[in-house]
C-alpha cells in the first residue's frame, strides 16, 4: 500500500500564484523527500527535511514537516510556466525496508 | 558527473523477444535501484543493488532479471513480457541504503519507455 497520499491529485493555477501540495503517510519516518518529474522525464530531487526538521527553505520552495500529524507540505512562491510538472514526496521509514515509498503525486499546470 | 544515463530511450518488443535495459552512473554511488513507472502513477520500486549485491527485490515476476556488473552499471534483462508490463522503466542511484537516521537523495535517469505489443 500506497505509505504517502498527496493532495490534491491535480492543481491549475496562473503563473505568479502560490502552489501548495500536501502529502500524508502512515509510519514512522526518517526523512522526507521531495521530487519533480516533469512529463514522461526522470524525477529530480528538490529538497530533504529531516523528522527532526519543522520547516525547510530552498529558493522558491518552502517544505514543512509536522510528524505528529504524519504530514508534510510543499509550497512553491511565485509559480512559473516552468514549474509545470508532477510532485511526488517520498519517505523512507524507520523499520522496514531501506528504500523510498513514493506518494501519488501531484500534477500541477501553471498557466501563463 | 551529476548524472545518470539510461539506454535505449524508446523500446518495443514482442512478447517473446529478450532484450536488456542499460544503466549508467559515475558518481561513485553504491546504490542503484530499478523502478516502473505506470502512467499517471508515482514510482514503484522493483529491484535495489547495494555494493553490487541485490538487496532488495519487490517480488518482481522472474521474466525481469536485474544485474550489477560493476559499480557504475546496472541492466534490467527482459524476457517473455506481457503487454501489461508496458510503463516507463526508471533507474536511479544514491551514495548509499538509506541508515537508522539518515537518507540519500535519488539520482534519476530518463528512463526507457518499454512497449510491449
Known amino acids: 500500500s500506497q505509505q504517502g497520499e498527496e493532495d490534491p491529485q491535480a492543481l491549475s493555477i496562473q503563473e505568479g500564484e502560490n502552489a501548495t501540495m500536501n502529502c500524508s503517510y502512515k509510519?514512522?519516518?526518517?526523512?522526507l523527500q521531495w521530487y519533480r518529474q516533469n512529463s514522461g522525464r526522470g524525477l529530480v530531487h528538490l529538497i530533504l527535511i529531516r523528522s527532526n526538521e519543522r520547516e525547510k527553505h530552498s529558493g522558491r520552495l518552502r517544505v514543512t514537516l509536522d510528524t505528529s500529524k504524519k504530514s508534510s507540505s510543499l509550497l512553491i512562491t511565485a509559480s512559473r510556466a516552468a514549474d509545470t510538472a508532477s510532485y511526488f514526496c517520498?519517505?523512507?521509514?524507520?523499520?522496514?525496508?531501506?528504500?523510498?515509498?513514493f506518494g501519488s503525486g501531484t500534477r500541477l499546470q501553471v498557466q501563463p | 558527473d551529476t548524472e545518470v544515463t539510461q539506454t535505449p530511450k524508446h523500446l518495443v518488443m514482442g512478447m517473446t523477444n529478450k532484450k536488456s535495459l542499460k544503466c549508467e552512473q559515475h558518481?561513485?554511488?553504491?546504490?542503484m535501484y530499478w523502478y516502473k513507472q505506470k502512467a499517471k502513477k508515482p514510482p514503484e520500486l522493483m529491484f535495489v543493488y547495494s555494493y553490487e549485491k541485490l538487496s532488495i527485490n519487490e517480488s518482481v515476476p522472474s521474466r525481469f532479471s536485474p544485474e550489477c556488473p560493476n559499480s557504475s552499471l546496472l541492466n534490467l534483462h527482459l524476457h517473455a513480457l506481457q503487454p501489461e508490463d508496458s510503463a516507463l522503466y526508471l533507474c536511479?542511484?544514491?551514495?548509499?541504503?538509506?541508515?537508522?537516521?539518515?537518507?540519500?537523495?535519488?539520482?534519476f535517469g530518463p528512463g526507457t519507455r518499454l512497449t510491449v505489443t
Open positions: 509510519t514512522s519516518i526518517n526523512n
Open positions: 517520498a519517505t523512507d521509514v524507520i523499520k522496514g525496508r531501506r528504500a523510498l515509498t
Open positions: 558518481m561513485g554511488h553504491r546504490a
Open positions: 536511479a542511484s544514491s551514495r548509499g541504503l538509506a541508515g537508522a537516521h539518515h537518507s540519500y537523495e535519488q539520482y
